[in-house]
C-alpha cells in the first residue's frame, strides 16, 4: 500500500486536502482524519472507505495555522499508517495565508495575527523578557521586519517572548494605521496569553528593545503596567522622526500608511503616544535607559521625555554612550542590555536583594 499526500491548501474559502492511495493487493483500505487548529485537535473524522484518489474539502471559521492527521488502515482493522499535512497558516480577515521564516516562529491569532518567537527559561522561572524589534534599513525600502537581540538574551534564564512588528506588510510601532489600535490589541493579548499561561505576574515582565523597540518597551510598559523596562535610543516625537526619515516613496509610503487619511490626526496621534501615556499612568515600571551623547535621539526624544519624568517625580537611570550616530546603538546598547537584564532577573530572584 502506497500512500501519496499533495500539500494542504487554501483556495476559494476552503482548506483542500487529497491523497492517493495505491494498493496492489486490491485489498479495501479505510481513512479517517484528525483537523489541527494551533496545534489541537478541533474535529475527529472517523473511518470511511477509501477511494484511489481522494479529496477532503473543510470550511475554516477562525483564522489559525491548520494541519491534517491521516490515518488509513485495511479491511482487517490494522493500523497501517498515519501522517501529518503540512502547517496552513491563515488569517480569515482577509483571506490571506502567512507563512514563518524561523522554525522556533509561531503565529498568535487575535484580531490581527503576530509572529513570534518564544523560550521558556532553562530552569523554572516566574520572570518574562519581552523584546521589541527596531526599525532596520531595510524596512524603508520594502524589506521585511527582522527579530532583536534573541543571541544577545540566549544567556538569561528566564522565558523570552520576541515578538515581530509586522502589519499589513510593514511596521506600525506595534499598535497599528492612525491609532486604530488592532495590532496593539493583539500583542498584548498574545503577552497576556503567555503570562498566564506561564504564571508571570505584570511585575515580574521586563520590557526591551532599542530605537522604535525601544519606543514599544516604553510604551507598554507605561500602559499595562509591566515591572521593569530596558530602553535604548527611543523615538518620543515618531511622526516628526518618520517624516525626516520618509526620503523615498516607498518610505514615504510606509510613513502615509501609518499616519492614516487624516495627516494632522496622525501626526498628533503619533507625537503624542508616549507623552499621553506618561500622563494616564499612575504606576511607573523600573526605568533604564540608554543613549549616545551626540545621538540626536537624545536631545530631541529622551531628554524632554526626562524632563517631563522629573516634574512628575518619575524614577529612572540613564546611561550615556561617548558615540554619536544612531546607527551605532545596536553595537552599545546590546551589552548594556544584556548586563541590565541578568542584574533584574538575579535581583527578583533574591527578592530584591541584590
Partial sequence: MKVNMKELKFQNGKLTFTFDLYNSFRQSYEFAYYLYQNGHIIQRVWYETCQKYNEL???????????????????????????????????LSDGQLLDTTLEQE???????????????????????????????????????????????????NANKLFILDSYKNQFCYYVGFAGSHDYERSVIALITTIANKEGIASENIIATGSSKGGTAALYYSLKYYFGKAIVGAPQIYIA????????????????????????????????????????????????YFHVGKGDFHYPDHLQ????????????????????????????????FLLKQTEQLITKNQSGGVE
Fill in 304 to 335: 524632554p521625555l526626562l524632563t517631563r519624568f522629573s516634574e512628575k517625580g518619575i524614577a529612572y537611570q540613564l546611561d550615556l554612550g561617548d558615540y554619536e550616530e544612531h546607527s551605532e546603538t545596536g553595537l552599545y546598547f546590546t551589552p
Fill in 240 to 287: 516628526d522622526y518618520l517624516n525626516r526619515r520618509a526620503t523615498s516613496p516607498s518610505m514615504r509610503e510606509r510613513f502615509d500608511q501609518l499616519m492614516g487619511p487624516d495627516s494632522n490626526y496622525g501626526f498628533s496621534f503619533w507625537n503624542q503616544l508616549i507623552f499621553n501615556q506618561v500622563e494616564l499612568t499612575e504606576k511607573f515600571p523600573e526605568f
Fill in 57 to 91: 474539502a473543510i470550511v475554516p471559521t477562525y483564522s489559525g495555522s491548520y494541519q491534517i492527521r491521516l490515518f488509513i488502515r485495511n479491511e482487517k482493522k490494522v493500523m497501517q499508517w498515519n501522517e501529518l499535512s503540512n502547517l496552513v497558516h491563515l488569517n
Fill in 106 to 156: 509561531k503565529i498568535f491569532y487575535s484580531d490581527v495575527p503576530v509572529k513570534y518567537i518564544f523560550q521558556k527559561a532553562q530552569t523554572p522561572s516566574d520572570q518574562l523578557v519581552i523584546s521589541f524589534s527596531g526599525l532596520y534599513s531595510t524596512e524603508f525600502k520594502g524589506g521585511a521586519p527582522v527579530y532583536n537581540h534573541i543571541r544577545t538574551l540566549g544567556p538569561v
